[in-house]
């Protein structure tokens, strides 16, 4: 395991502008995943995993927010495979890890619980909000836009999608691993 890097991580997932439809769950559909060197304060790796859901539909809803479609989520692997992946390919049980909030963690924690997958990453997480809330002085907690749009870093890619979240995500990091406010 090299120390230097961390895996930064943010998923899509089904949604409804109201309730789900009967009998459908929220569910993991893009997994976006950059590679940050601390060391080297960059960002080395971008990846993406479309993940098929089993339980539930990509609404209208869910399309305009994330751009994802249901026929693109078709091509992709399923959730107990996505989960092999991250262990084999991005050393997700031995590298530490970060998302935007709790959100993923938890996410990640009750659709393996549900599907009876193992769990595939490690247990250092850190929840870079709640660094860069801190870091900054904040009262509240931002949002990833607005938590660019503070450090006068700018929004890449499409908001809301999985791989460009992540490389935003990162970016802030390295933002505050550059002050010394990352742990």
Sequence with gaps: MDPRLINVVDIEATCWEKAPPPGAVSEIIEIGLTV???????????????????????SAFCTDL???????????????????????????????????????????????????????????HTNAKAVFTEAHGLRRRPGMAQALAHAGLPLEGRHHR??????????????????????
């Excluded at 601390?38 to 790796?45: F, I, K, M, P, S």
């Excluded at 909030?101 to 769990?119: H, I, L, N, P």
Aim: aromatic fraction near 8%; proline fraction near 4%.
């Design 36 to 58: 940050v060197d601390l060391t080297a304060r960059e960002r080395v790796g971008r990846h993406r995993i479309l993940v098929r859901p089993a339980r539930s539909r990509v």
């Design 66 to 124: 994330t751009g994802l479609t249901q026929a693109e989520v078709d091509t992709g692997v399923d959730f107990a495979t996505a989960c092999r992946l991250l262990a084999r390919d991005h050393a997700a049980g031995t590298r530490p890890w970060a998302s935007w909030g709790d959100y993923d963690r938890k996410q990640f924690t009750r659709q393996c619980e549900a599907t009876r997958t193992a769990y595939p990453f490690g247990h250092r």
């Design 162 to 183: 999985g791989e460009d979240d992540a490389w935003n995500i990162a970016a802030l990091i390295l933002d505050l691993a550059r002050t010394d406010a990352w742990p």
